[in-house]
Structure formats: structure tokens, C-alpha cells
């Protein structure tokens, strides 16, 4: 083994880049057309790897994404495809990737990144805390029952190629709505979630798409997969996979739910990445009908700069609150701050000495888009100091409503 030299990779590395991020993951590359799907949203310049000699050992990237956050919206580094190969594993190329990823990030002017993990163990050291949570839900279709008074209407299939067209509006409308949620570009469009090649499909079928039309135009839409069955006793037991569902109204939001769940055939409906405050079960007779099988971490966010950072999204409650950030990979962020809420709008600044509370640099992240629970992070001592300032942390930063993303990436 030679030494390990980090670049970003040319255009012609991409095929050997794309096959080393796939072994990474324990799975082959789907098709020769992939590393030109990664290009496309993925350009040379945003790409890392370790090299030992020639051959690549690990990959790293990062998305560049517009997060929404608290009352608008902030480029995010979107740090992705982390692998390093199992013949070099535990050497530390993760920690200098990651380093060298950070150096570069703050270099672009970020002031933060944020990830989805596929294990928990191992971003916390980076200083990343969990932002958003989701849950996986299940329901058998006959079981849900909408209560009197929801207001239901027929919604309208559309193909993938009228989706292109038709879906953008209607996610845009809601995007500004929900802090966690990134926008699409029109590559992200076509490469991430409209892309159906069989490889994508899994046993499943190809992509179905379905839009409800509101009295101002489209105001909502569904993308779903299904899979056919039959159970023992000779009736149709296929499956629902709901891949997103889109409502910039709450009728849309539940034509589109009370479609999902009466197609014919399909009386399994399962839905990943379902928000944990979405109104669905309220909507319902029997909320306990829907099943929820896995709440799970989703974005990871890190806090690069803190005063930018704070400074970006807005509070929905004033105040003043002094913390010291603590963060042991990057000492750059160390040190004491005040931030001052006038208006909704803080006002951020370093200043000298300690104060009455020490916050972990990924608690920071935790807490960024109003999701976090400061009271349980203090408990866990990952927040130390009075409770009286703990509590004012939690009031000042949470939001009414619960921080969600989109998609993984
Ligand atoms: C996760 C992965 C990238 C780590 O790479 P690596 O080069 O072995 O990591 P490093 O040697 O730089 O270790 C970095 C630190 O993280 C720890 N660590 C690494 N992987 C870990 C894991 N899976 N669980 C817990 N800790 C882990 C190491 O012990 C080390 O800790 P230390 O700095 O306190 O000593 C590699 O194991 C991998 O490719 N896994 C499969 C793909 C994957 O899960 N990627 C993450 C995508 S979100």
C-alpha cells in the first residue's frame, strides 16, 4: 500500500469514482449510463477522492443545495457518496476527506452542510446533529377511512414526461413553506426523481404520477409505484410504494392521500420519509390505522458559521440568549456568542469570556431548524448549564412546525 494522495477526480474518472462509491455501499453500479447521470449533478469540481497510487480507495462530494430554513432559505453543502474502500478502512482517510471537505466548504462561503447518514454512529464526531426526522408508515388500505367533512376530489394521472412539466410548479409552491426541504434544478428533476430506468425500480413497477387540480390550477401531486401480489387466500394483495406526496393545500393533500389508499388490487400503502407532523392522521377515522413502523434520523445538519448561520433563518419569538459552542473537530467555530431577537430577526456576534451555557457544535445543528428538543440534549449533558438558559434556548430557536426533507441524497 502506498501512501494516499485526495483530488477531485477529471471527467474521465468518473466510471472508476462511480464504481468505487458503489463497492462502498456493498452494491454494484446499476448501468454503464451512471457516471453520466452523476456528472450531470455532480461536476468534477465538487468531487474527492483518495488515491492509492492510480486506483481510487474513497469518494466524497458535495451537493450544492438551497436549504429552506426559518422564514427562507440558505445554500447548504450537501456532503455525500462518503465511502473509503474495506482494504483501507480505519486509516483515517474518512477523517482527512472530511477535513479537506470542510476546509473546501467554508472556503465556498457556506455556512453550513448537512447529510443523510446510513449509519448514526458516525457523523456526530464531525460535529453534524440530527435537524429533521421522519417515519416510515404503513396502513392497509380498507382500514382508512376518512372522518365527514374531509372534502375529496378526483385527481388526474399524468405521464413522467408531463410530470417534468407539470410537478416543478407545484413543488416550488410548497418549498418555501417547509424548512428542510432543498430545491430541485431541473437536472435534479431528471437525474434524482423522475429518472425511471429498471434499475431504479426494484421489483416495483415504473414511476405512476397523479396531480389534483385546485381551483387556482395544479396544487398538488402524488408519485408512487406499486407491486402486484396476491395473498393466500386468492385475493389481490399488491402494494402502494408512495415515493412523495406534494399539497400546497389540504384538499390536495387529501384527494391525493384518499387515491393512495383506494386503488384497487393494492390494499398495502407504504410510505417512507412521511413527516412526523403530517395532518394525514388527523384525517382519519382511525388514526391509529396507520402504522408507524420506524422513525428515523434524516438530515444531519452542521453549523460552519455560526453567526452567518444564526443570523440567516428567523425566530418566532424574541429574546437574547449567550452560549459557548464547543466543537472538536473544528476549532474555528469554538467560543462564545450572543444572539439577539428584535423583529423576528436575530442579530449575531462573538464575544469574550464564558457564558452560563456550552452547546456541542452538533446540538447547534440539532436545534438549527426548530426541530430539536434543547431539554433532551441537556439531559443527555450534551448541553450544559442553567435551565433557566436551557429554556430559553428551546423557545427562541423551536418553530410550530416540524423541520422536514424532501429527499435523500
Ligand atoms: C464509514 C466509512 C466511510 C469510514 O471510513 P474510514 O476511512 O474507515 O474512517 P476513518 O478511518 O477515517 O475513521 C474515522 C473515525 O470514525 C470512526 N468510524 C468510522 N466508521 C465508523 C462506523 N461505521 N461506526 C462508528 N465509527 C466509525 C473511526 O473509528 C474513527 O474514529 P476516531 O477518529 O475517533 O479514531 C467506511 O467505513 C465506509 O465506506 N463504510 C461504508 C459506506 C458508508 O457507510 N458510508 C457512509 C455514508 S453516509
Given at each position: 500500500?502506498?501512501?494516499?494522495?485526495?483530488?477531485?477526480?477529471?471527467?474521465?474518472?468518473?466510471?472508476?469514482?462511480?464504481?468505487?462509491?458503489?463497492?462502498?455501499?456493498?452494491?454494484?453500479?446499476?448501468?454503464?449510463?451512471?457516471?453520466?447521470?452523476?456528472?450531470?449533478?455532480?461536476?468534477?469540481?465538487?468531487?474527492?477522492?483518495?488515491?492509492?497510487?492510480?486506483?481510487?480507495?474513497?469518494?466524497?462530494?458535495?451537493?450544492?443545495?438551497?436549504?429552506?430554513?426559518?422564514?427562507?432559505?440558505?445554500?447548504?453543502?450537501?456532503?455525500?457518496?462518503?465511502?473509503?474502500?474495506?482494504?483501507?478502512?480505519?486509516?483515517?482517510?474518512?477523517?482527512?476527506?472530511?477535513?479537506?471537505?470542510?476546509?473546501?466548504?467554508?472556503?465556498?462561503?457556506?455556512?453550513?452542510?448537512?447529510?443523510?447518514?446510513?449509519?448514526?454512529?458516525?457523523?456526530?464526531?464531525?460535529?453534524?446533529?440530527?435537524?429533521?426526522?421522519?417515519?416510515?408508515?404503513?396502513?392497509?388500505?380498507?382500514?382508512?377511512?376518512?372522518?365527514?367533512?374531509?372534502?375529496?376530489?378526483?385527481?388526474?394521472?399524468?405521464?413522467?414526461?408531463?410530470?417534468?412539466?407539470?410537478?416543478?410548479?407545484?413543488?416550488?409552491?410548497?418549498?418555501?413553506?417547509?424548512?428542510?426541504?432543498?430545491?430541485?434544478?431541473?437536472?435534479?428533476?431528471?437525474?434524482?426523481?423522475?429518472?425511471?430506468?429498471?434499475?431504479?425500480?426494484?421489483?416495483?413497477?415504473?414511476?405512476?404520477?397523479?396531480?389534483?387540480?385546485?381551483?387556482?390550477?395544479?396544487?398538488?401531486?402524488?408519485?408512487?409505484?406499486?407491486?402486484?401480489?396476491?395473498?393466500?387466500?386468492?385475493?389481490?394483495?399488491?402494494?402502494?410504494?408512495?415515493?412523495?406526496?406534494?399539497?400546497?393545500?389540504?384538499?390536495?393533500?387529501?384527494?391525493?392521500?384518499?387515491?393512495?389508499?383506494?386503488?384497487?388490487?393494492?390494499?398495502?400503502?407504504?410510505?417512507?420519509?412521511?413527516?412526523?407532523?403530517?395532518?394525514?392522521?388527523?384525517?382519519?377515522?382511525?388514526?391509529?390505522?396507520?402504522?408507524?413502523?420506524?422513525?428515523?434520523?434524516?438530515?444531519?445538519?452542521?453549523v460552519?458559521?455560526v453567526?452567518?448561520?444564526l443570523?440567516?433563518?428567523?425566530?418566532?419569538?424574541?429574546?437574547a440568549i449567550r452560549f459557548t459552542i464547543v466543537?472538536?473537530?473544528?476549532?474555528?467555530t469554538d467560543g462564545s456568542y450572543e444572539l439577539?431577537?428584535?423583529?423576528?430577526?436575530?442579530?449575531c456576534r462573538r464575544i469574550?469570556g464564558d457564558t452560563a451555557l456550552e452547546i456541542d457544535i452538533?446540538v447547534l445543528?440539532?436545534l438549527?431548524?426548530?426541530?430539536?428538543?434543547a431539554?433532551?440534549?441537556a439531559?443527555?449533558?450534551?448541553i450544559r448549564g442553567e435551565?433557566?438558559v436551557t429554556?430559553r434556548l428551546d423557545?427562541l430557536f423551536?418553530?410550530?412546525?416540524?423541520?422536514?426533507?424532501?429527499?435523500?441524497?
Open positions: 500500500m502506498g501512501s494516499i494522495t485526495y483530488r477531485p477526480v477529471t471527467d474521465d474518472e468518473y466510471p472508476a469514482f462511480a464504481r468505487a462509491l458503489f463497492e462502498g455501499f456493498s452494491d454494484d453500479v446499476p448501468d454503464d449510463d451512471f457516471s453520466d447521470l452523476l456528472k450531470t449533478i455532480l461536476p468534477p469540481e465538487r468531487t474527492l477522492a483518495a488515491f492509492d497510487g492510480d486506483t481510487i480507495v474513497g469518494t466524497f462530494a458535495g451537493y450544492d443545495l438551497d436549504l429552506t430554513i426559518p422564514g427562507g432559505s440558505l445554500p447548504m453543502e450537501g456532503t455525500t457518496v462518503v465511502t473509503v474502500f474495506p482494504t483501507h478502512r480505519r486509516m483515517g482517510l474518512m477523517n482527512e476527506m472530511m477535513r479537506l471537505h470542510l476546509e473546501d466548504s467554508v472556503a465556498n462561503g457556506y455556512a453550513i452542510a448537512g447529510l443523510w447518514a446510513s449509519d448514526s454512529a458516525i457523523y456526530g464526531r464531525y460535529g453534524y446533529g440530527v435537524a429533521t426526522y421522519a417515519e416510515t408508515v404503513t396502513m392497509i388500505s380498507p382500514n382508512v377511512v376518512f372522518r365527514e367533512g374531509v372534502v375529496i376530489d378526483r385527481v388526474r394521472r399524468v405521464s413522467v414526461e408531463e410530470a417534468a412539466v407539470e410537478l416543478p410548479p407545484i413543488f416550488d409552491m410548497v418549498l418555501p413553506t417547509k424548512p428542510g426541504m432543498f430545491a430541485r434544478t431541473q437536472d435534479w428533476w431528471s437525474v434524482e426523481v423522475l429518472h425511471d430506468a429498471s434499475w431504479r425500480r426494484r421489483d416495483k413497477t415504473t414511476l405512476r404520477v397523479v396531480v389534483h387540480d385546485g381551483a387556482d390550477g395544479p396544487d398538488g401531486y402524488a408519485i408512487y409505484r406499486q407491486k402486484g401480489g396476491e395473498g393466500d387466500d386468492g385475493h389481490a394483495n399488491g402494494t402502494v410504494h408512495v415515493v412523495e406526496v406534494i399539497a400546497a393545500t389540504d384538499r390536495a393533500h387529501a384527494s391525493l392521500w384518499f387515491y393512495l389508499t383506494n386503488i384497487d388490487g393494492c390494499p398495502n400503502v407504504r410510505r417512507w420519509n412521511f413527516p412526523v407532523d403530517d395532518p394525514f392522521p388527523m384525517k382519519v377515522r382511525e388514526p391509529r390505522k396507520l402504522t408507524r413502523e420506524k422513525r428515523f434520523d434524516a438530515l444531519w445538519i452542521l460552519l458559521d453567526v452567518a448561520a443570523e440567516a433563518r428567523t425566530y418566532e419569538r424574541e429574546g466543537n472538536s473537530f473544528r476549532s474555528e439577539v431577537i428584535e423583529g423576528g430577526v436575530g442579530s469574550d452538533d445543528g440539532a438549527y431548524l426548530g426541530g430539536g428538543d431539554h433532551a440534549y439531559a443527555a449533558d450534551r435551565a433557566e429554556r423557545e423551536r418553530t410550530a412546525r416540524a423541520p422536514w426533507c424532501n429527499q435523500f441524497f
